[in-house]
């Protein structure tokens, strides 16, 4: 069974910065694509970036320019550095998997962008 552990999240300032990242309990070498998605109260998830197992990233438009996602496959974490960051931002961070049409989750991590 895989695991997806995410940290990182927590309250910050409009403008400021949080890194996330996703610690997975085996290789991820293999792994088509990972990345985040969110889910605010009362809305649908949604993507916030992805990235394939050859290094291409994908971007939800509402975040194309401020976030940044890397794959480090030696250390098998996914980062997601998240800078200027708006109140809009605030939801629960999912870090997602995908390998061989199977789909992995973590439980999540909170992100709360208020003054």
């Known amino acids: 069974q895989v695991q997806l552990v995410e940290s990182g999240g927590g309250l910050v300032q409009p403008g400021g910065s949080l890194r996330l990242s996703c610690a997975v309990s085996?290789?991820?070498?293999?792994?088509?694509?990972m990345g985040w998605y969110r889910q605010a109260p009362g809305t649908e998830r949604e993507l916030v970036a992805a990235?394939?197992?050859?290094?291409?990233?994908n971007y939800g438009d509402s975040v194309k320019g401020r976030f940044t996602l890397s794959r480090d496959n030696a250390k098998n974490t996914v980062t997601l550095q998240m800078n200027s960051l708006k109140p809009e931002d605030s939801a629960v961070y999912s870090c997602?998997?995908?390998?061989?049409?199977?789909?992995?989750w973590g439980k999540g991590t909170l992100v709360t962008v208020s003054s």
């Open positions: 997602h998997a995908r390998q061989y049409g199977m789909n992995y």
């Open positions: 085996r290789s991820i070498f293999s792994f088509n694509t």
């Open positions: 990235i394939t197992n050859s290094g291409i990233t």
